[in-house]
């Protein structure tokens, strides 16, 4: 049977690795950079400390991993008749894959809370699985790269990730970036003086899809969902809602003036954009979107999503504030920010902006041709003296053909090779190739040393 892989799975090539590491290592150095540590937590948790908590969709994509052993002794034959799932898989399966990072770093804050420093400034970069169907850019197993505060109902912590994020797209060479900001307050503000409180899940769902559907589409969906023409009259002026952003948030002032909730978005926002404006930013652009909705029974104040201009892929990054990130756990009243990079996302945009052009696949600086094991004896002396100068350096392992040592030298795109015989033993000499000039030239260590060196 021919070898494969799970679908929603891949490998990567040395290059796709360079690439990637490449990304994490830019991510990483800003997170610490804002004063950001690392945690990392188990690549499985216990089931009971993820299901419920994605809703009945999310649970159906958590996998689940069978109990060790014959997890069937034990089962009621009658169970096992009924070939009902749902009551069977606790049966048998105690633990599961995790499915994001947020929930794991919930626990995490409630399991040590003892001993965190708050406000906690976390960062987490690891794989997480779901059980999603495959498809362009969506896979099963994939990285998130997440960075959270926790203990401040601080609006600066807004401000720190805005920069945040700024800092990472211009260190990656991302010029033209958006990060889009909203405040849920705004959107439940919005839902009080159209009359719609009850609706405010399908009126921002539908209002989220403008970009993508429309007004009229927008409309059209309102209507379907019940909500009557006077209410879609008012939201107008969301239709067209341009200018500087003082501007906009001096229309969204006077729309929400009567509601108490959205009054105190607006002021949110506006706290945000001035400080903004007065620090600066290196190359992202800030706009406030009022249709911007993203995890609404999960954030309660501030959203954000990343938007690259130059390619049509989505969203590269998005998050916002919540305020009870683990009352899931039964710890209440425990504010937080936080935010997420789409790496897969990223490294697309990176790609087809031709952005990857200075990174290199990890090679050898130096190759020594194998004579044999006198030969091989010599040279893996000299490489582990090269080695402790940080100098990639490597034996060919077999004593073949010239032509095929010398081959795979060009394939790996290997710079120096070093050709040591009986003569160059004997004199305790090299002779250097240099594989771009093709100039070969007989040097002692010292001289080896220098030119090699980087």
């Known amino acids: 049977m021919k070898p494969g892989i799970p679908k929603g799975t891949r490998d990567f090539s040395a290059m796709e690795i ?49 109990n060790s052993g014959d997890y069937l002794a034990k089962i009621d034959p009658q169970l096992l008749a009924e070939k009902n799932s749902k009551k069977l898989t606790p049966k048998i399966s105690e633990k599961a894959l995790r499915y994001d990072l947020t929930v794991p770093f919930a626990r995490y804050v409630v399991q040590h809370l003892n001993d965190l420093v708050l406000p906690f ?15 362009k850019g969506r896979y099963r197993e994939f990285y998130q790269c997440d960075a959270d505060v926790v203990g401040s109902t601080s609006l600066w912590q807004e401000i720190e990730f805005i920069q945040l994020y700024d800092a990472v797209f211009n260190s990656l060479g991302l010029q033209h970036v958006t990060i889009k900001i909203n405040n849920r307050k705004i959107l439940a503000g919005i839902a009080e003086v159209i009359g719609e409180q009850d609706k405010l899940i399908d009126f921002t769902i539908a209002l989220d899809k403008l970009d993508k559907i429309g007004k009229e589409g927008v409309v ?56 903004i404006d007065a620090i600066g930013l290196e190359t992202a652009l800030l706009e406030p979107d009022v249709t911007l909705a993203r995890g609404l029974n999960y954030y309660t104040g501030t959203i954000l999503e990343v938007v690259a201009n130059d390619v049509k ?61 006198t030969e091989a004896l010599y040279a893996t002396k000299t490489i ?71």
């Open 18 to 66: 360079a690439q990637r590491n490449y990304i994490f290592e830019t991510i990483k150095s800003t997170f610490e950079k804002f004063g950001f540590q690392p945690i990392e937590t188990p690549s499985f948790e216990k089931s009971a400390t993820l299901m419920g908590k994605y809703g009945e969709e999310g649970d159906r994509l958590i996998f689940k991993i069978l």
């Open 121 to 135: 400034k976390r960062y987490q970069i690891q794989p997480v699985w779901r059980a999603d169907r495959p498809q």
């Open 220 to 275: 059209q969906e309102l209507k379907n969902k019940g909500i009557n023409e006077e209410s879609i009259h008012k939201l107008n002026p969301l239709f067209s809602f341009e200018g500087s952003n003082n501007e906009r948030i001096k229309h969204l002032e006077k729309l929400l003036e009567n509601s108490e909730i959205g009054s105190k978005g607006v002021s949110e926002l506006r706290f945000i954009n001035e400080h």
């Open 313 to 373: 892929i989505g969203s590269i990054g998005g998050g916002g504030r919540y305020d009870d990130l683990t009352g899931i756990f039964g710890l209440k009243n425990m504010s937080g920010m936080g935010i997420s990079f789409g790496l897969d996302r990223i490294y697309y945009v990176l790609e087809e902006l031709d952005l990857f052009n200075n990174i290199k696949q990890p090679k050898p600086d130096i190759l020594f041709i194998n004579f044999g094991n």
């Open 384 to 454: 582990k003296k090269l080695r402790k100068y940080g100098i990639i350096a490597e034996l060919y392992p077999d004593a073949s053909k010239m032509k095929k040592q010398m081959g795979y030298a060009n394939k790996r795109q290997i710079s120096y090779v070093v050709l040591a015989g009986s003569s160059e033993i004997e004199q305790q000499q090299f002779t250097l190739k240099n594989m771009e000039t093709g100039e070969q030239t007989v040097v002692n260590y010292d001289v080896l040393l220098k030119t090699v060196i980087k």
